[in-house]
């Protein structure tokens, strides 16, 4: 076996016959990707990183959080299904640990709304998401769906009581669906709905693929504070020392997270969001924590942007990376056109340039969060 | 970068000090299982098919299936969510292909009620689940969340509808919600709630950790035949050959497939579920696919076992595969208890000798499926 294995890396020949389609395609994509974006890393790694084979110490699954409630009975006791107790609020948790993990903080990625973990997994064409570019990269990757989607369940109890008329309909939280359409424009996909913006990175020609991620949003049911950012703090303490990463929706979680808990948040990844007005208090908080936000581009190009508004948005976080900063922290606000980084959609984890973004952030974590906490997490 | 992985392999060493709790427990009870259920599997790889690096040639996510449908606007365009197109009907898969994965059919896992693809990972007290161990016995293994479940995502159409007041509340689906009471009753760890059997060898310690597993079901929402048989069929299609496994709800799930579409399915695989009635044509279609049924103990054991008669099931399934054989085909039911293998309850892929079971699903497909259509799938 382990001969075997010698042998096949020595010889670095991957048999490719039963690879499925997509992912043969993946490779081929992402060699491309490799040779574009990503040139100088693919040359200073041999241009391996993407293609030699993935060695895992360990993988799995677990939650966290998650409180017992009571379920009253449905009329008839429904087939058996009595009353009873439930569980509601836990966070489903994904992780896989390469062999050099040990080496680096763990990355936690949450997903936006309407959106699942699948976010940061391959791209809708088919490519490498961060999810495995992070793990090549020799960082353990914990994925959590959000309390309230995916994985993480939801609480039936009010459907189940508006169905049997003993709660009016009103009292259904209001599911947030987004169309094809609202998608298109709050992603900026391009100016209107099927009209590509012509430099964007998002692979359109792959769209209907992202319209299969988009689930229904429950977070209207959840109470408040949002379980989720607990549920972040609790995993990050249990890590002992993570880098939360957000988007969109999620995007401010991280410092939500670290209002609640900071003791195991060692840097806050803020990618596309609104940013919240904050007291002194919480803004000297936060400022604890060596912060990065990123925003892509077109914020202000498309016709009929829906709920979002991305360039009020930027303006918003520019305010609090300044107050974050002016507070002693260590914060950054990484917009991308200023960085010479064009065409960007609110997806850059699925845009064609991914890796070159997540290069970028995996560079600001090596400088900022982990040459300063090195010393404290007591590597050898 | 070979090099340290070549003496990483050669040395075997495994640093720990970097992987989480819980999974430096998953190692510990793995290998103690290994010790006992798995001894001679165990002795035979030397003791290292659950503890060395997992090597993967690839890993990822895509969707299979999904059709568009229009959704009304909410009332008052609800912050510029209006009316358009979503997709729904779509089914989330997850694979992994082992570096010798070449050399055997993929496996597909669907979950049973209540449940998401969770049901396969991470046992609830940390142990290996099925998804891994197939990996590492070099099957392709590939999760399937059911349509209407988790990261596939449900159609919110109608509720929104019954809250803005435009469709009444009898229109709601029956969502099922197991609760833990229903749980312990149906998956049959023990007599009555709370008392666990004492021979039981599900991970009742542990039992918190399943209840969280236990999320919404909406299948009553779903058009018949149910989206997820016909997205089964298609992704055996697309992975020139599959071996499909279901549980419990989902148990039948793969013959519901094969009626639909037989070509791509090579094998399959039902675990604890009702066996519908067919007719003969039915049956004479199945014969075509080589079967295993597998059922666990204390069938009849549970004071008040609620929507569930599992003896009457197992009978069921003991004349669909008499019915089988009658026909000609390769069918075989697995009774536990009657192969000495005592205390198994509902979870099987979860229970504390799950890997045990596991290498009696994996040494049936070598003999019955593999050694069969090995020539056929032209492997060199």
């Known amino acids: 076996m382990l001969g075997g294995l010698r042998r096949r890396l020595a010889s670095d020949s991957i048999p ?5 389609q997509m992912t043969a395609r993946t490779w081929t994509v992402a060699a491309l990707v490799a040779l574009s974006g990503g040139l100088a890393l693919a040359q200073a790694r041999g241009g391996k990183v993407l293609t030699k084979p993935l060695v895992l110490l360990s993988q799995g699954s677990f939650f966290v959080g998650g409180e017992k409630k009571t379920m009253p009975a449905p009329p008839g006791g429904r087939g058996g299904f009595g009353a009873g107790e439930i569980t509601t609020n836990q966070m489903y948790v994904q992780y896989q640990v390469p062999e050099r993990g040990d080496r680096h903080l763990p990355v936690v990625m ?5 959106l699942s973990s699948k976010t940061w997994e391959t791209t809708p064409d088919g490519r ?10 020799d960082r353990p990757v914990y994925l959590a769906d959000q309390v309230a989607r995916a994985r993480s369940g939801f609480d039936p109890t009010v459907f ?3 169905r049997a008329g003993t709660a009016p309909p009103s009292q259904l939280p209001n599911i947030i669906a987004a169309s094809h359409q609202v998608a298109w424009s709050v992603f900026r996909f391009g100016p209107t709905y099927g009209t590509p913006f012509p430099d964007g990175q998002f692979p359109i020609e792959a769209v209907d693929e992202l319209y299969k991620q988009m689930i229904p949003d429950l ?10 950012w607990r549920n972040m703090a609790a995993l990050a303490v249990r890590l002992k020392g993570a880098i939360l990463m957000g988007h969109s929706e999620s995007g401010f979680f991280p410092q939500q997270a670290a209002l609640l ?5 060692r840097g806050l990844i803020s990618i596309e969001m609104p940013c919240p007005e904050l007291t002194a208090a919480q803004i000297a908080s936060l400022a604890t924590i060596p912060t990065l936000v990123m925003f892509g581009d077109h914020l202000d190009d498309v016709r009929d942007s829906g709920p979002a508004n991305w360039a009020a948005s930027l303006t918003g976080c520019e305010a609090y990376v300044r107050r974050v900063k002016e507070a002693g922290g260590d914060a950054e606000l990484m917009y991308l056109p200023k960085m010479g980084i064009k065409g960007n959609s609110h997806m850059l984890m699925q845009d064609r340039n991914n890796l070159q973004l997540a290069d970028l952030i995996l560079g600001w974590i090596d400088t900022h969060v982990e040459s300063v906490t090195r010393g404290a997490r007591g590597r050898s």
């Open 261 to 265: 808990d900071p003791s195991g948040i």
């Open 219 to 228: 977070n209207a049911q959840l109470p408040s504070p949002n379980p989720t």
């Open 16 to 20: 490719r016959q039963r690879i499925p």
């Open 110 to 114: 949450v997903h936006g709304c309407c």
């Open 128 to 137: 490498m998401g961060w999810d495995e570019y992070f793990v090549r990269r």
């Open 160 to 162: 189940n009581a508006v």
